[in-house]
Nanobody, 128 residues
Framework: QGQLVESGGGSVQAGGSLRLSCAAS????????MGWFRQAPGKEREFVAV????????FYADSVKGRFTISRDNAKSTIYLQMDSLKPEDTAVYYC?????????????????????WGQGTQVTVSS
């Protein structure tokens, strides 16, 4: 079975930057879309960004547009989330997700409970 492992979280001040990575292993993830979600304390897990298999189709949540950039390197089976101009409201656990049944354009509306693959999460804390 496949596995997703996130890294790169940490604590930064507002206005700072972080780059998250999600390394995939155990099966071929390169042929389908992969995305990032986040969950703040007391809130539901929410969509952040998604990238299709070849990187040509990308969607972002409105709350991160213009500040976050998703990318992927299929040679390394890894996707990234570059987060700039961070705000305190970006504080959350960030999760990498993938499901061969879900197209990139469906990720934002997808039921979190039905997505097959999740990483363990990485904490991002932004202080004001």
């Amino acid at each position: 079975q496949g596995q997703l492992v996130e890294s790169g979280g940490g604590s930064v001040q507002a206005g700072g930057s972080l780059r998250l990575s999600c390394a995939a292993s155990g099966r071929t993830f390169n042929s389908f879309a992969m995305g990032w979600f986040r969950q703040a304390p007391g809130k539901e897990r929410e969509f952040v960004a998604v990238i299709n298999w070849n990187g040509r189709t990308i969607f972002y949540a409105d709350s991160v547009k213009g500040r976050f950039t998703i990318s992927r390197d299929n040679a390394k089976s890894t996707i990234y989330l570059q987060m700039d101009s961070l705000k305190p409201e970006d504080t959350a656990v960030y999760y990498c997700a993938a499901d061969p049944r879900i197209a990139a354009e469906e990720y934002e509306r997808a039921k979190v409970s039905l997505i097959d693959y999740w990483g363990q999460g990485t904490q991002v804390t932004v202080s004001s």
